[in-house]
Structure formats: C-alpha cells, structure tokens
C-alpha cells in the first residue's frame, strides 16, 4: 500500500509517520481487500489537530474519516478507530458484493465544474446566463450496481454519488434524504 502524509502548516516527524504506517496498515490487512493506497492529512486550527484519512480500495471504494483532537496523536488515533469501525462495519457487505467481481471497478472520466455562486454579480442582471466557471477538475464515475454505489457514498461520507448502473448501463444519481433515507435517481 502507498502512503501520503503530509501536514499543512504543521512539520510531520518520522515518529508520526512510523505510526501512521503501522496503525493503518494493521487496519488496511485486517478489514479491507487489496487497499492501493492511503492519504492522511494533519492541520491545525488555533489549539485544535485536525487528521484526515482516507484509504483506496482496488475496488473502487474509498473509505474516509476524520477527527478533531487536542493532540496529534489522538486526533490520529481517533480518525483511525473510526475508520476501522467503518470498514469492520462494511467488511461483511464488502466480500458479498465483491467475492464474483474478477475485475476492479470500471471508471469512466467526466468533467466537474464549480460555477459561481450568483449572488456574488454586483449588476441587477448578468449580461449572459451562462455561469462563471471557477474551477474545472476531473471526476470518476464508477460502473456499480446500486447496492455497491450506496455502500460507496456511505463508507466515503459522501451526501450523493454519480454512477453508471451495471445493469442498465445509464448513469445514476443515489443520494441522502432529509429524513435519514436513501433516494435513488434512475433515467427512464
């Protein structure tokens, strides 16, 4: 598995880093499938330390967690029980939907834009109605059945998920609901 440490602001010592290693990598052989690899990210806000992880699986899924401690060890320590708990959570669904699946997850590029927001125009009328772009990046969407693309955008945290449905070969929208249920977006 590959790892990127890195810390923003904030020096990151080999001590850290050995740690990092260690932990993840007993979680990654204990609870997921043929992890690729995994990025933690430590900040700092005022006296606060903040650890982001988030682990890539050969099949496609990403699981992600943070945390919020005083220390960086224990906002480490604290990140990575509750990614644990998610992949111990999942470990089950993830060999059923994953045990006749020979190949990774097929992926297919797409554009993602962020468009300004348009309350930000000073004029009472934009001179054309075609939004200001801000930013352009490329985005994944994964080729799953809709129970994988749940699984999906619950272990990686994710309010929705775009995906192309295995089945029908159309593109998909699954997403949470206010009331605390999944909604699923299918084109006739």
């Not at 470990?91 to 997850?105: E, G, I, N, S, T």
Request: with cysteine; glycine share 6%; net charge negative.
């Amino acid at each position: 598995m590959r790892y990127q440490i890195s810390g923003q602001q904030i020096n990151i010592g080999g001590a850290l880093q050995a740690h990092v290693k260690g932990e993840l990598s007993e979680i990654a052989d204990k609870y997921a499938e043929r992890p690729t690899d995994a990025n933690v990210i430590f900040s700092r806000n005022a006296h606060e330390y903040m650890c982001e992880i988030t682990i890539h699986l050969s099949t496609g899924l990403n699981a992600a967690a943070s945390a919020r401690e005083m220390e960086i060890y224990s906002a480490f320590d604290s990140c990575s029980s509750k990614l644990e708990k998610q992949l111990r959570r999942y470990k089950r669904r993830l060999k059923d939907h994953h045990r006749h699946r020979a190949q990774p997850v097929e992926l297919t590029g797409a554009s993602s834009y962020v468009l300004s927001s348009t309350d930000t125009y000073e004029e009472p009328e934009p001179e054309t109605l075609q939004p200001i772009i801000v930013a352009e990046t490329e985005a994944m969407i994964p080729s799953v059945s809709v129970g994988e693309a749940v699984m999906q955008m619950e272990i990686s945290g994710a309010d929705f998920l775009v995906f192309r449905n295995e089945s029908k070969k159309n593109i998909n929208v699954v997403y949470k609901r206010d009331d605390g249920n999944i909604g699923w977006i299918e084109p006739q």
